[in-house]
């Protein structure tokens, strides 16, 4: 338990990343720890046979493809960190991929539906916050601990942008529609100074502890609206509708990165496969010779 403490303070201090970041490494490699553990094996001397047995197993449990690549990642960091403490000699997860058949594209809903969401009445005296966060997330395809994290003086509402803070500590500018504006100032105006009873909070949306929203608060909220509409909502799904329908809206796929935070374009490429995908069901849903 010690390596991995310290495992966590190189992150926390050294690299400098987020708490959610640290705390996700940590849920990950004490996981893998009590894998390993049931071999008979500990934390400073696996390989990488172990790892892919780690893998296979989280595969077979049915872990999402999303979970096992960050899996992939926190041991990737991990392995890092025991070569530059010189703990190990070589590297375990030294060319460890993802195998292609685990590869899913992102769902993003169509643009109707969208609307339909966002133009919806749901349930609940908090109906104004959890608006304008929805209709913030398609406005700017924020990630959510970037959204749950957002201070008001990170917007500039003259100008129709924000700054937020990404991975890494990365800050980029993204700029927000009207509609979201228009939806943030009524909250702003009619709902949060209830929800603060007179606290002071820098962050934009706040619970009734006076509070940043939680990711488990903001995940129960979303799946919620969407049950409403009959719609099924990850926190990623509006982001990856912000990507989606810039790109077939014409939009450049190095514009798209930059506003979606991402440091590798391949990251980004990802969805322009998602639009060619869309255009090949329109074609043979409606081309006569098809």
């Given amino acids: 338990m010690k390596l991995l403490k310290n495992f966590l303070i190189y992150l926390s201090v050294e690299k400098g990343l987020s708490k959610n970041t640290v705390e996700s490494y940590s849920r990950d490699i ?37 979970s096992i690549c ?19 000699s070589g590297d375990p997860s030294e060319n460890l991929q993802a195998p292609k058949k685990w590869e899913r594209l992102p769902k993003a809903l169509s643009f109707e539906d969208v609307m339909a969401l966002l133009d ?10 959890d608006s304008a966060m929805l209709e913030l997330l398609y406005s700017s395809g924020l990630r959510v601990s970037e959204l749950i994290y957002l201070k ?5 509402f003259e100008a129709g942008f924000l700054r937020v803070t990404g991975k890494g500590s990365k800050e980029r500018v993204v700029p927000i529609n009207s509609r979201a504006l228009d939806k943030i100032k009524k909250y702003i105006k009619d709902l949060r100074p209830a929800i603060l009873k007179k606290r ?15 990711r488990q608060r903001f995940w129960q909220t979303i799946k919620k609206c969407g049950k ?6 990850s926190p990623h799904t ?16 190095r514009s798209v990165q930059k506003m979606l935070g991402h440091s590798d374009i391949s990251t980004t490429q990802i969805y322009t496969k998602v639009s060619t995908d869309r255009i090949k069901k329109v074609y043979l849903a409606h081309h ?3």
């Fill in 30 to 66: 004490m996981l893998f720890q009590n894998f390993l553990s049931s071999k008979n094996t500990v934390l400073n001397s696996f390989s990488k046979a172990d790892i892919i047995d780690f893998l296979n197993k989280m595969k077979d449990e049915g872990y999402s493809v999303t």
């Fill in 70 to 88: 960050r899996f992939i990642s926190s041991i990737r960091g991990f392995c890092r960190y025991l070569i530059i403490e010189k703990i190990v």
């Fill in 120 to 129: 919806a009445r749901t349930d609940g005296s908090m109906f104004l916050r």
């Fill in 152 to 156: 008001i003086s990170n917007i500039n």
């Fill in 200 to 214: 002071q909070s820098d962050y934009l949306f706040v619970t009734g502890r006076g509070g940043a929203m939680t």
């Fill in 228 to 233: 409403q509409m009959g719609i099924e909502l």
């Fill in 238 to 253: 509006l982001r990856h509708c912000f990507a989606t329908h810039l790109l077939e809206g014409g939009a450049d796929l």
């Fill in 288 to 290: 006569p010779r098809a």
